[in-house]
């Protein structure tokens, strides 16, 4: 039985569907693999993911501090249902 050559090329009986298939995914995979390291890149350019990491640090305590200042002033049934 036959099956994709190199590159996508088909050798054999095998259906060219399958080898379109194969260098459709590998191609597929190839940008992926491009873009991602682009985006690095601009990430690494721009400081867009400490930024980011920095917001979501400072977002989640200002929520524990929010959560903690219902837990105090608010009635103690409410409290049991938190």
């Known amino acids: 039985s ?4 190199y590159r996508g090329y088909c050798r054999g009986d095998v259906n060219i569907n399958q080898c379109a298939d194969r260098t459709y995914y590998n191609c597929i995979i190839a ?15 721009l400081g867009l ?3 980011l990491k920095k917001k979501l640090r400072d977002a989640m305590q ?3 501090r929010i959560n903690e ?3 105090i002033h ?3 049934l409410f409290n049991y249902a938190l």
């Open 49 to 51: 993911s400490v930024t």
């Open 62 to 64: 200002e929520y524990k």
């Open 2 to 5: 036959g099956e994709c050559g």
């Open 31 to 45: 940008v992926g693999i491009g873009l991602n390291y682009s985006l690095n890149e601009l990430d690494d350019h």
């Open 74 to 76: 608010s009635d103690p």
């Open 69 to 71: 200042w219902n837990f």
